[in-house]
């Protein structure tokens, strides 16, 4: 890792360490990507993805067109994750430009080492089958255009080429999540707040790149239309106020974030953002950057204030503006090369410990064995239920249910496309929308349950069958050791449909 001082924007030794950087961190990705198998919004995502329409339920269509097709090519499961690891590559060459172009090329490196060494851009956004990627490669892209059109003098022609290959970005990014609205919502933010930027409120071209950015959303909203708003309903609802002032769920939120970026690149980064609004009135190039991340990062981390749900990763696509920041702040001061290649190092060391016990808890639970009284195992999501399918039950079944749309996933992935999986209950999400339960009345399937509500599903679902035959066990195991117990209940004569909370 270089970090010498470099000469600014053409350097050419700084493009390729950064092309090596990427292509390093790649097959690391890759290495992990192969350890684990789908988690749960994983599972969910590839068996959703299996129907290509305009949008879907949780999210807008952009991650599931590509893991459609994907899965198409390289089949369902792990290997479904190398389009969202080329992703990032890109992602990761992005950011590097962006910096480059506004800082120069040793801050450029800085900041493609500091986002690739962050644990949820190495691993989630970087790695999984989720909307992050797509989101964050979207983001970049429309950065780095802008930032061309802002700090460059690109001809009347080419800047209105610039406009809208950023507003064809912009578009991408509402294809990935709603909260890109967020930094587009910066952009009109640097227009008002930099005094040399204002003479673009009265000139065409943004508006013609708002337009463009609306028409590639479309299909967001003809699918919403036909749904009944109902993903904006979802979402809006997880932000919506429910009771009162939480000042303590929003420092939860912050440790989240913490977390979610590591304590070790976190405080350099905040300290970068901190630097940057310090000196945004002064410089426009970090008043573009500031603008661009505050929205999401301020918002999101506000979010639990007013007692709404939130996630730590929600504020993410506002920090990854900040990585250009960070390049700046650090290249620009008086830290030696020295000094920052030991903190990549170091970096860089705890990230492989991090990754490597992961994989090795998901494969073998070797933390159950050392800490038998511990917390709960998140990389259990990640064991495949691949021995469903062995069971004389599920074989028999024209029809497939589960009471919760995790499982709904697991099972549906587990099982393949051939097997329609129904999640009777009142919150389906996406998989409600697969196949109609309507049209298996009459004929038998089969409940997968945890096997200690069992009982309490077979009273729920008794109105909706005949009768059920007595459950099997289909126990889960981990390096030899029973982790999931499964209860296999063979139900008989679905009598009526199950209703769904939303229209189809």
């Known amino acids: 890792m270089n970090f010498a001082n470099a000469r600014p924007s053409g350097d050419a030794d700084a493009r ?50 590509i893991a459609h097709f994907a899965a198409l090519v390289l089949g369902e499961g792990a290997a ?58 979207a983001l970049a892209g429309a950065a780095a255009t802008l930032a061309r059109l802002f700090f460059e003098r690109p001809s009347p022609r080419g800047a209105l080429g610039l406009w809208l290959a950023a507003g064809l970005w912009l578009g991408l990014a509402g294809l990935s999540k709603y909260n890109a609205a967020l930094p587009a919502l910066g952009v009109a933010a640097f227009l008002v707040l930099a005094p040399s930027r204002r003479g673009w409120l009265k000139r065409p071209a943004p508006y013609l790149a708002a337009l463009l950015a609306l028409v590639l ?40 974030e ?103 808890q998901a494969a073998t639970g070797f933390a159950d064995r050392l800490f038998p009284a511990g917390a709960a195992d998140p990389t259990l999501e990640t064991l495949g239920w691949g021995a469903l399918r062995d069971a004389p039950a599920i074989r028999d079944a024209s029809f497939v249910a589960t009471t919760k749309w995790m499982d709904g996933g697991k099972v549906g992935l587990a099982l393949g496309p051939g097997k329609p999986a129904f999640v009777f209950s ?31 599903t077979e009273a729920r679902l008794a109105p909706y069958f005949a009768s059920f035959d007595p459950p099997l066990e289909v126990v889960l195991q981990r390096g030899g050791r029973d982790e999931i117990a499964l209860a296999v209940i063979p139900a008989r004569g679905l009598t009526r449909a199950f209703p769904l909370p939303y229209p189809r």
């Open 426 to 456: 009142d919150d389906p999400r996406g998989l409600g929308l697969l196949a109609d339960s309507a049209d298996f009345i009459g004929r038998d399937g089969a409940i997968v349950v945890a096997w200690d509500r069992r009982e309490a």
């Open 80 to 137: 479904t994750r190398l389009p969202f690891v080329a992703l990032f590559a890109a992602t990761g060459w992005l950011v590097f430009a962006l910096t480059r172009r506004l800082f120069g090329a040793r801050a450029g490196i800085i900041a493609l080492v500091a986002l690739n060494l962050t644990p949820f851009f190495f691993a989630s956004a970087g790695t999984w089958v989720v909307p992050d990627g797509a989101l964050d490669f």
């Open 217 to 256: 959303v479309a299909p967001v909203l003809v699918w919403n239309a036909r749904h009944g708003w109902v993903s904006f309903a979802f979402q809006g609802a997880r932000a919506a106020a429910s009771g009162g002032w939480r000042l303590d769920r929003v420092g939860a939120m912050a440790i989240g």
């Open 16 to 65: 390729r360490s950064a092309l090596a950087l990427i292509g390093a961190f790649a097959l690391a990705r890759l290495a992990f990507a192969a350890a684990l198998g789908p988690g749960n919004d994983e599972a969910y995502t590839i068996v959703v993805a299996r129907r290509l329409d305009l949008s879907y339920f949780d999210h807008p269509p952009l991650h599931q067109w």
């Open 258 to 360: 913490i977390a979610f970026l590591s304590p070790w690149i976190a405080a350099p980064l905040l300290a970068a953002l901190i630097d940057g609004v310090g000196r945004a009135r002064r410089d426009e190039r970090r008043l573009f950057l500031v603008c661009l991340a505050l929205p999401t990062v301020v918002v999101f981390t506000l979010t639990p204030l007013w007692g709404a749900k939130g996630l730590p990763h929600w504020a993410t696509p506002g920090w990854l503006f900040v990585y250009p920041l960070l390049g700046a702040w650090l290249s620009g001061s008086r830290a030696a090369a020295p000094s920052l290649r030991k903190w990549a190092i170091a970096a860089a060391a705890l990230l492989a410990a991090l990754a490597i016990a992961v994989a090795g």
